[in-house]
């Protein structure tokens, strides 16, 4: 049976929306992005709390700093890469160092932006904010963990990232309570866990699916907080399969993957395969093309782990 | 009443010579700093805190308090020394200067002193930052003004311009732009390294109400001040005509003192020409 699909921009602008309804020091800021973010509504229904200040990523991430220090609860989101790369050192300056309360959302992040091309992708949002101290980076991996975390990053005092994709996506499993910092353990197995986050969640418990009924027994660790990273659940993995393999929509170097291999090189040394998106401007085409091209598609999963396994 | 307003406007000048000798303490601590734009900028600030500005030193994070941020961060010295002056922190805070985890690093940390709005030096951010707080302040329906200052040089940074169209469109008439117009930069004359004059031409063309003062003349600044919030529905660019160093006859106009290493003898010579002002301005006032 097929599973109900939906829109993850959507999601999150109704999600905010609902919060705002209650908190009114949540405003919403736009750089000709805030239609296509999900609040058509918002911007009708609170016009006094919803700022238009067209395409200047760079100074709209500086207005939201400012607004954070009087008290609001500015909420930004636009194209992944135009709110990570172009403006990131107001990022790092007038939100991680000022350490304002500002939520940054990158929609259309990893390919999920696909025939659109290497412009409007982000393949290294992860590593790039993660560096910033004090931020917090949030992947969720499903309709109503994006729900669940977007409530749980306006209730949390302090500057978070929060990516997001492009394409309908799946419910998972029942919406539940978002813990900032926290994975959970979505199937549980002992030859081989497979950590992942965000979109690749999906094709990960599939691929796990195929990897069981080929024998192998495999653990599949949901992952939507990069920053602070999960460190007891690596470590447990780690313990319980002493193999560990990641997958997600990001460049290989610096993302979920590296932080895992930073935990477990410290802590718990065990055989790693970091299984992303090479270090190239990647490829346009559509978005299935482009899972199939690098490998994050069921099949591409599969045999990644297949041979990590058996190598 | 005009006998008052020579009184006042010759106490914020002694003030503002104090606080170039804060500055010059700070340098003797750390042995170096940005004065150049410290001292072309110091006129300004002192008139803001101790003239203009509705502020505490004792609450310095009061909701209803007007702001100053200072976007060419590089010039912290001279707000230090007003900060200092105006009783936010003790004066030997100033000695620290250079030290390890000094509350008063080369660019300003609002975590560290109290009175620093936001953690500037990176140049073409103070604008932006600054219109966020007249936004919120506006929608809080408070009246507190925001002052911002930026140096001329860092106009050539674009997240200005940007700011500048947001600014007019969002009608901010409690926002004031102080354009420390001293003319130079580190490699040279702004207007040679990349013109951007005439500045205040362009701010008007952005929809700014744009006034033009001698920026190191306390009875401009005092003026100018006085007609804040200067223009309904208009943000409001002060063009501030200064000179770098200004205070120290050696490093007026002088490019070098954008940041200053001195030797004892200059520092010497530096301090002596202060001090010696001081004590004449405080000889007549007591006269």
Same mark, same amino acid.
């Given at each position: 049976?097929m599973k109900e699909k939906r829109d993850p921009r959507k999601t999150?602008?109704?999600?905010?929306? !609902?919060?705002?309804?209650?908190?009114?020091?949540?405003?919403?800021?736009?750089?000709?992005?805030?239609?296509s973010s999900?609040?058509?509504?918002? /911007?009708?229904?609170?016009?006094?709390?919803?700022?238009?200040?067209?395409?200047?990523?760079?100074?709209?991430?500086?207005?939201?700093?400012?607004?954070?220090?009087?008290?609001?609860?500015?909420?930004?989101?636009a194209i992944a890469p135009f709110?990570?790369?172009?403006?990131?050192?107001?990022?790092?300056?007038?939100?991680?160092?000022?350490?304002?309360?500002?939520?940054?959302?990158g929609r259309n992040g990893g390919f999920t932006y696909s025939d659109l091309g290497a412009t409007h992708h982000s393949l290294e949002d992860?590593?790039?904010?993660?560096?910033?101290?004090?931020?917090?980076?949030?992947c969720?991996q499903d309709p109503?963990?994006i729900?669940?975390?977007?409530?749980?990053?306006?209730?949390?005092?302090?500057?978070?990232?929060?990516r997001i994709g492009n394409p309908a996506m799946e419910?998972l499993?029942?919406?539940?309570?978002?813990?900032?910092?926290?994975?959970?353990?979505?199937?549980?197995?002992?030859?081989?866990?497979?950590?992942t986050t965000g979109t690749a969640t999906r094709n990960v418990l599939e691929a796990?699916?195929i990897?069981?009924?080929?024998?192998?027994?495999?653990?599949?660790?949901?992952?939507?907080?990069?920053?602070?990273?999960?460190?007891?659940?690596?470590?447990?993995?780690?313990?319980?399969? &002493?193999?560990?393999?990641?997958v997600e929509e990001h460049y290989i170097?610096?993302?979920?993957?590296?932080?895992?291999?930073?935990?477990?090189?410290?802590?718990?040394?065990?055989?790693?395969?970091?299984h992303g998106v090479k270090k190239e401007y990647a490829v346009s085409g559509s978005y299935e093309k482009l899972l199939q091209y690098y490998e994050l598609d069921v099949d591409g999963i599969v045999k990644n /782990?297949?041979?990590?396994?058996? &190598? | 009443?005009?006998?008052?307003?020579?009184?006042?406007?010759?106490?914020?000048?002694?003030?503002?010579?104090?606080?170039?000798?804060?500055?010059?303490?700070?340098?003797?601590? &750390?042995?170096?700093?940005?004065? &150049?734009?410290?001292?072309?900028?110091?006129?300004? #600030?002192?008139?803001?805190?101790?003239?203009?500005?509705?502020?505490?030193?004792?609450?310095?994070?009061?909701?209803?308090?007007?702001?100053?941020?200072?976007?060419?961060? @590089?010039?912290?010295?001279?707000?230090?020394?007003?900060?200092?002056?105006?009783?936010?922190?003790?004066?030997?805070?100033?000695?620290?200067?250079?030290?390890?985890?000094?509350?008063?690093?080369? @660019?300003?940390?609002? @975590?560290?002193?109290?009175?620093?709005?936001?953690?500037?030096?990176?140049?073409?951010?103070?604008?932006?930052?600054?219109?966020?707080?007249?936004?919120? *302040?506006?929608?809080?329906?408070?009246?507190?003004?925001?002052?911002?200052?930026?140096?001329?040089?860092?106009?050539?940074?674009?997240?200005?311009?940007?700011?500048?169209?947001?600014?007019?469109?969002?009608?901010?008439?409690?926002?004031? *732009?102080?354009?420390?117009?001293?003319? *130079?930069?580190?490699?040279?004359?702004?207007?040679?390294?990349?013109?951007?004059?005439?500045?205040?031409?362009?701010?008007?063309?952005?929809?700014?109400?744009?006034?033009?003062?001698?920026?190191?003349?306390?009875?401009?600044?005092?003026?100018?001040?006085? *007609?804040?919030?200067?223009?309904?529905?208009?943000?409001?660019?002060?063009?501030?005509?200064?000179?770098?160093?200004?205070?120290?006859?050696?490093? !007026?106009?002088?490019?070098?003192?954008?940041?200053?290493?001195?030797?004892?003898?200059?520092?010497?010579?530096? #301090?002596?020409?202060?001090?010696?002002?001081?004590?004449?301005?405080?000889?007549?006032?007591?006269?």
């Amino acid at each position: 049976m097929m599973k109900e699909k939906r829109d993850p921009r959507k999601t999150f602008g109704a999600a905010v929306s !609902e919060v705002a309804e209650e908190n009114e020091r949540i405003v919403v800021l736009s750089a000709d992005s805030g239609g296509s973010s999900g609040f058509k509504e918002f /911007a009708k229904r609170h016009p006094e709390r919803y700022y238009e200040f067209g395409i200047m990523e760079q100074t709209v991430t500086g207005i939201a700093a400012g607004m954070a220090t009087v008290g609001k609860i500015p909420v930004f989101c636009a194209i992944a890469p135009f709110v990570t790369c172009r403006n990131y050192e107001m990022f790092r300056n007038d939100l991680g160092y000022m350490h304002q309360n500002v939520k940054i959302v990158g929609r259309n992040g990893g390919f999920t932006y696909s025939d659109l091309g290497a412009t409007h992708h982000s393949l290294e949002d992860f590593a790039i904010i993660k560096m910033i101290p004090g931020v917090v980076v949030l992947c969720p991996q499903d309709p109503g963990e994006i729900r669940a975390a977007s409530k749980a990053m306006l209730e949390y005092e302090g500057p978070v990232y929060m990516r997001i994709g492009n394409p309908a996506m799946e419910e998972l499993w029942p919406e539940q309570k978002f813990e900032i910092g926290k994975g959970s353990v979505l199937k549980n197995g002992s030859n081989l866990a497979i950590i992942t986050t965000g979109t690749a969640t999906r094709n990960v418990l599939e691929a796990a699916e195929i990897l069981e009924k080929k024998g192998y027994s495999v653990m599949v660790i949901g992952m939507p907080t990069i920053q602070p990273v999960d460190r007891e659940i690596i470590q447990m993995a780690a313990e319980k399969t &002493g193999r560990i393999m990641t997958v997600e929509e990001h460049y290989i170097g610096g993302g979920l993957g590296s932080s895992v291999a930073d935990v477990c090189a410290e802590y718990c040394p065990v055989k790693i395969k970091i299984h992303g998106v090479k270090k190239e401007y990647a490829v346009s085409g559509s978005y299935e093309k482009l899972l199939q091209y690098y490998e994050l598609d069921v099949d591409g999963i599969v045999k990644n /782990a297949e041979e990590f396994l058996n &190598g | 009443m005009e006998k008052e307003t020579v009184k006042k406007r010759k106490e914020l000048e002694l003030i503002a010579e104090k606080c170039r000798r804060n500055i010059l303490r700070m340098v003797e601590a &750390g042995g170096h700093g940005h004065i &150049g734009g410290a001292f072309s900028a110091i006129d300004i #600030i002192t008139a803001l805190y101790f003239y203009k500005m509705r502020v505490n030193p004792k609450n310095p994070k009061w909701a209803d308090r007007d702001r100053f941020i200072l976007s060419a961060g @590089h010039k912290c010295m001279a707000q230090y020394a007003v900060l200092a002056e105006k009783g936010y922190f003790p004066k030997d805070v100033l000695d620290t200067y250079g030290e390890l985890k000094s509350k008063i690093p080369g @660019h300003p940390d609002m @975590h560290k002193l109290p009175g620093i709005e936001a953690n500037t030096g990176a140049l073409g951010h103070g604008l932006s930052i600054a219109e966020g707080m007249a936004l919120a *302040l506006r929608s809080e329906k408070k009246d507190a003004m925001v002052y911002v200052m930026l140096g001329d040089g860092e106009l050539a940074e674009g997240s200005n311009w940007e700011a500048a169209a947001v600014a007019a469109q969002y009608r901010l008439e409690n926002l004031v *732009l102080f354009l420390d117009n001293n003319g *130079l930069q580190i490699s040279g004359s702004v207007e040679r390294v990349m013109n951007f004059m005439p500045a205040g031409e362009k701010f008007k063309a952005f929809g700014w109400n744009v006034l033009e003062i001698d920026g190191n003349n306390m009875e401009e600044i005092v003026c100018v001040l006085d *007609l804040m919030p200067a223009c309904k529905e208009k943000p409001t660019a002060v063009i501030c005509h200064t000179v770098k160093g200004k205070g120290v006859s050696f490093l !007026e106009n002088e490019v070098s003192c954008h940041f200053w290493t001195p030797d004892k003898e200059k520092l010497k010579l530096a #301090i002596q020409e202060v001090e010696a002002r001081i004590g004449k301005m405080e000889e007549e006032q007591e006269a």
